[in-house]
């Protein structure tokens, strides 16, 4: 019997790529792009004995310019900012890359806020070698790390290397992972000349929503592909 997979997201609307009846065995949480949610829940699930592996699940900004929006990342090593790196078995990385072809084996860079521009985006290319970046991945691996559980990250890249994220998106979520399309607007009436950028990021996370949804259908998140 496969174990209990946690998967962990930052937005709710990230795990409705899930499906409306999520795969068997697997609990779901949004942290809302707080590394330490993340952490916290994992702590929770593990403590309670109600999982023998977890996940990292969701959107990512790419850091790689050959990224473009909608390519699937599996990541079995997390790259921290203070330098080095956490690795984990590959075994399932590589499982869901053989499940969905198309899927990019590459490390993340895990932080505690976004990359907001493409500068900064390039920046940390050039530093840390990583090809994507989000902000909940580093709370659930190293939570992995603490239990020796296995972890494995499954994101798909929403805003590219060359593609700012507007300020308002990141004001748009709340501490649940919930959007909250009012704060985004009042964010737009501050900065007007974000609204295009707001558009085409839009896209571009429907591309990554996609990739998910796609990649759950051919059992990405099967809790048969956990190293044994």
């Given at each position: 019997?496969?174990?209990?997979i946690?998967?962990?997201?930052g ?18 949480f949004?942290?809302?792009?707080s ?26 900004g ?8 909608g390519t699937?990342?599996?990541a079995?090593?997390?790259?921290l900012?203070?330098g080095?790196s ?10 869901i ?13 895990g932080?505690?806020?976004a ?34 559980l296995?972890?494995?990250?499954l ?5 590219p ?14 501490a649940?992972?919930?959007?909250r ?9 501050a ?9 085409s ?6 591309r990554?929503?996609?990739a ?12 048969d592909?956990?190293?044994?």
């Open positions: 019997m496969p174990g209990t946690g998967i962990i997201s937005l709710k609307r990230e795990l409705r790529c899930l499906g409306l009846l999520r795969p068997p065995n697997t609990l779901t949004a942290a809302a792009g590394p330490d949610r993340a952490y916290a829940r994992a702590q929770g699930w593990i403590a309670a004995n109600r999982i023998k592996a977890l996940m990292s699940f969701g959107l990512c790419g850091l790689d310019p050959a990224l473009a929006s699937l990342i599996a079995h090593e997390i790259v900012p203070e080095g956490w690795r984990f078995d590959e075994r399932w990385a590589r499982a890359a053989a499940r969905v072809p198309g899927t990019r084996i590459a490390p993340i860079l932080v505690d806020t990359a907001i521009t493409v500068e900064a985006k390039a920046a940390l290319f050039a530093q840390h070698k990583a090809d994507a970046i989000d902000m909940e991945s580093r709370g659930v691996a190293e939570a992995a790390r603490e239990a020796s296995p972890f494995v990250a994101r798909a890249v929403a805003d290397a060359d593609r700012m994220l507007p300020p308002a998106a990141l004001q748009g979520i709340n649940h992972g919930r959007l399309p009012f704060r985004v607007l009042f964010g737009l009436l900065r007007p000349g974000d609204f295009l950028a707001l558009v990021l839009a896209k571009e996370a429907a990554g929503y996609e998910l949804a796609g990649a759950v259908k051919k059992g990405a998140a099967s809790p592909l956990i190293p044994r």
